[in-house]
């Protein structure tokens, strides 16, 4: 099972949008409906942004919002923030009942 | 709120296993209604699924890593706990390693323990 293949940086100002892609198969992003992104600060455990594609948790601010099209899906964030500056992750499972990450993004906020 | 805390060994040496368990503050393994999780992260590098179990203790496992893991539930001091072992270790396998739930009815990887860190070195 490969690694999605997320961009490896991507950065913004304060205020501004930036949106990270996720590309997979037919395998996995593009049959099922279960990708999910992670917020990972160093040191720290990653926690879950946005699952099932488009569902966002209650403690995870509305800034964040996730859609999908065919085998890509993608993270946006709105209103880029300093506290944003951290690496994320998609994941998703596969038709091998598995579960497959992203390579990660870091994201940078200028 | 659920709490996950792995731990373990910081250091094994080459061609040893490694093991790892995690705690769950609630009763949630049992509940059934879960599977869990072990990832890891090597210094630099992205996030890598290991496997998964379920109550019933259906596995699987990430097919690089399928001849060396082996994910089990264990009744330790009076208490469950989501166990890894990963055999003939080398220094390719020193990195924080993370356990993780996720409902069988969605809602991704959520939450995961604090990461445990583990070297392979003589």
């Known amino acids: 099972q490969s690694a999605l293949t997320q961009v490896a940086s991507v950065s913004g100002s304060p205020g501004q949008s930036i949106t990270i892609s996720c590309i997979g198969t037919s395998s996995d992003v593009g049959r099922y409906n279960s990708v999910s992104w992670y917020q990972h600060h160093p040191g720290k455990a990653p926690k879950v942004l946005i699952h099932?594609?488009?569902k966002r948790p209650s403690d995870i601010s509305d800034r964040f919002s996730g859609s999908k099209s065919g085998n890509t899906a993608s993270l946006t964030i709105s209103g880029l923030q300093a506290e944003d500056e951290a690496d994320y992750y998609c994941?998703?499972?596969?038709?091998?009942?598995?579960?497959?990450f992203g390579g990660g993004t870091k994201v940078t906020v200028l | 709120q659920v709490l996950l805390q792995g731990s373990g060994p910081g250091l094994v040496k080459p061609s040893q296993t490694l093991s790892l368990t995690c705690t769950v503050s609630?009763?949630?393994?049992?509940?059934?209604?879960?599977?869990w999780h072990w990832i890891r992260q090597s210094a630099g590098k992205g996030l890598e699924w290991i496997g998964r179990i379920s109550l019933s203790g259906n596995t699987k496992y990430n097919a690089s890593l399928q001849s060396r893991a082996t994910i089990s539930l264990d009744w330790i001091k009076n208490q469950d706990h989501i166990s890894l072992r990963l055999t003939s270790v080398t220094a390719t396998d020193t990195a924080t390693y993370y356990c993780?739930?996720?409902?069988?009815?969605?809602?991704?990887?959520?939450?995961w323990g604090q990461g445990s860190l583990v070297t392979v070195s003589s």
């Open positions: 994941g998703s499972s596969t038709d091998s009942n598995t579960w497959v």
């Open positions: 099932d594609v488009t």
């Open positions: 993780a739930r996720e409902a069988y009815y969605g809602g991704g990887l959520d939450p």
């Open positions: 609630d009763n949630s393994i049992l509940s059934g209604d879960y599977y």
